[in-house]
Structures are given as structure tokens and as C-alpha cells.
């Protein structure tokens, strides 16, 4: 990201509609496929807000690339710690659950990723994966958030080996308001010279309606999937026995 977009970043993601729905998404994601005695590790943490609002799993830790982000997370109280590109976490242990969100389209090549949170998940343990979708949907958003892709169910899948990962569940979301998502990226595409990110406050009331909206999703991902969305989320469990 850019440097001035990073310290806009934090506010968006703790109050901005789409961050608290998503937030909302992962986090039942995470109780239903994660013990509360799992160890968690949260890769691209942030400045550790995803960390800081799941109250159940008492033993996580945050990683991430840029110094001010783990020093915000510390302040939180939160164990977050600076990471060196590379996708080393030998130092860090073993843990029972990894989440990746919105990390990998970041990275260039996606294989050393999924290989390091491999060898750093215990048999048995949950890698919860979340990324945009759809490349109809590339915009210049994508170019400030420095994305080097958006994915479909069949391109996040085929990163992760039948042989050694067992899929749980693969869906789209931000669904809803795919229509209203695409006809705005489109819009902005045309007009050429805008060249900025998408995210801002807006009216208090229109910004309520998107929330309210949006959230509808949580309650349907308890039972079942969406064929499309501007997101995609894949968990998946790593074979092995589990001691």
C-alpha cells in the first residue's frame, strides 16, 4: 500500500461498512471451523483489528511487514510481530488455525505462501483464506492496494493440493451488492483518471443501508454458499493425523 493510504487504513477497517460485514463473515468462518483452545495465527495482521475482535481464542499472534502496523497492534495489547519477506515462521511455532486475509493476491508467487503456512500448520489445523474476486472487477483500486491478481473459486482451490489439504468450505461473498459493486468499478474505469482507491465514509444513513445490506450474508453463509461475489473465502484443513 501507499504510504498515506496506511494510515487511512486502520480507521477503514474498523468502521468502514464493508470491513465490519466481512469482519463479521470471518469471524463465524473462524468459530465454526476453530476450536477456542486453537493457536491462532493471523499472517498480513495489520494493525491487529480482526485480533483484537475475536474475544475466544485467548492464545494469537499477528504478523505483518510494516513496523507502524505491529506497533498499533501492540498498543492494542495484542501479540503482533514483525515479519521478513520470505514466509519464515519457523520461529513462531506451530499453530492450529492461519488466516490469510486478503494477503495473497499481494504476493507475486502464491506457492511459497501456501508452503509456509503448510509446514507451519499442525496436522489437522484450518488455513481460513480470503481474497477479491472476479477480473472484471480489476480497477485502480487494485492498483493502490497493489494487487497482482483477483481470483475465482477454481484459482484460490488449485493452489491448495487435494493430497494434502482437505477443502471445508469455498464460497463468494459480498454478494449482494455485486451489481451496484460492478457498475461503480466499471464507471470508474471509464472516466480514466481516477486513479485512487474505493474506499471512503459516506452519508451516515447510505453507509447504515450498505451494513445492513451486507450483513444478510452471515446469516445465509451458516447453511449455504453464493455463486458470485466481489470476495471469495476458502478454508481448507491440512491432512494428517492429528495427535
Known sequence: MDDAYLHEYEAFEKRHWWFVARRKIILQAI????????????????????????????????????????ERGRAKGLDVRTVQRGWDFSELGTFDLITLCDVVEHVEHEEPAIEAVYRALRPGGIVLVTVPALMSLWGPHDVVNHHYRRYTKRTLRRLFDGHRWQTLSST????????MIWLARK???????????????????????????FSLESPWLRIGTFPLGSSLMLVCRKRGRVE
Open 31 to 70: 468459530a465454526k471451523h476453530a476450536r477456542p483452545d486453537s493457536r491462532w495465527l493471523d499472517v498480513g495482521c495489520g494493525s491487529g483489528v480482526l485480533l483484537a475482535a475475536n474475544d475466544t481464542i485467548a492464545d494469537k499472534v499477528g504478523v505483518d511487514l510494516d513496523p507502524h502496523n505491529v
Open 172 to 179: 463468494y461473498f459480498s454478494s449482494l451488492l455485486l451489481p
Open 187 to 213: 464507471a470508474k474505469n471509464l472516466r480514466g483518471r481516477d486513479t485512487g482507491h474505493d474506499l471512503k465514509f459516506g452519508n451516515p444513513k447510505v453507509d447504515r443501508a450498505l451494513l445492513s445490506i
